[in-house]
């Protein structure tokens, strides 16, 4: 899954710069890094602990009054609350954060993300479903909404899901965690041919993903018996 493909801050620049930029900082707080190939959680809470570390450089930084925060490093604040009740496993509170930030920065593609993220982590598929798709409001090509947004429709619109992810992919041709999660629903609307093809896809991009495809599926038939000769 998607679930933890993106990293939302460039958290060791963050740090290098904390004393010497403020508001430069609090504008890169707000931004996203590279964003990795495989999806939704894995490195949340390595993300999450290394932003805690960063905002303490800035605590002890000291020196001169800071300026009065805007609207949207007010929201950068509450995001990285956010984060780190998230990498806690305190989804309420990370809830809680994500929506702040949105009240005070509705224009902030990635709080509508965390959102419905941690709603989705929640059983709350409704609610993420209409925050997945306020971030894509905000940007129509932010890949992670649009790949758990197929996640979530593909159960009750599959031919919307299918849509979501060759959006996915086109916008990321190597991602091969969507071109199996595509094989597989095209496969399960009787598409088999295409959907084999996206299966194989994904197994060359990703050759680990071979292990999620069941044994079989795939199997190369054997080649036709050579006729014996006259």
């Known amino acids: 899954m998607w679930r933890g493909r993106d990293k939302h801050l460039k958290v060791v620049e963050i740090a290098a710069h904390a004393c010497k930029a403020l ?26 602990a290394a932003l805690v570390a960063g905002m303490g450089i800035l605590a002890a930084c000291g020196g001169t009054s800071a300026a009065p925060q805007s609207d949207a490093q007010i929201a950068a604040n509450d995001l990285n609350a956010g984060l780190a009740a998230q990498a806690a496993s305190n989804l309420t509170e990370a809830a809680s954060d994500y929506k702040s930030a949105i009240a005070d920065d509705p224009q902030n593609k990635y709080a509508y993300y965390d959102l419905g993220l941690v709603e989705e982590l929640m059983g709350q598929s409704a609610a993420s479903e209409v925050n997945y798709r306020a971030a894509l409001q ?10 758990n947004l197929a996640i979530l429709r593909t159960a009750p619109s599959p031919f919307e899901a299918e849509e979501l992810y060759r959006q996915v992919i086109g916008l990321e041709p190597k991602d091969a965690t969507a071109y199996l999660n595509l094989g597989f629903l095209l496969r399960s609307q009787g598409d088999v041919t295409e959907g084999d093809t996206d299966l194989q ?21 054997k080649p036709a018996a050579s006729s014996p000769r006259p």
């Open 23 to 48: 508001p430069r900082l609090m504008d890169a707080m707000t931004r996203p890094g590279s964003v990795s190939q495989l999806r939704r959680h894995r490195r949340r809470h390595a993300v999450a």
């Open 138 to 147: 905000l940007d129509p090509t932010f890949v992670p909404a649009l790949f």
């Open 201 to 221: 896809t994904a197994v060359l991009l990703e050759p680990s993903l071979a292990d999620r495809i069941p044994p079989g599926t795939l199997a190369t038939p």
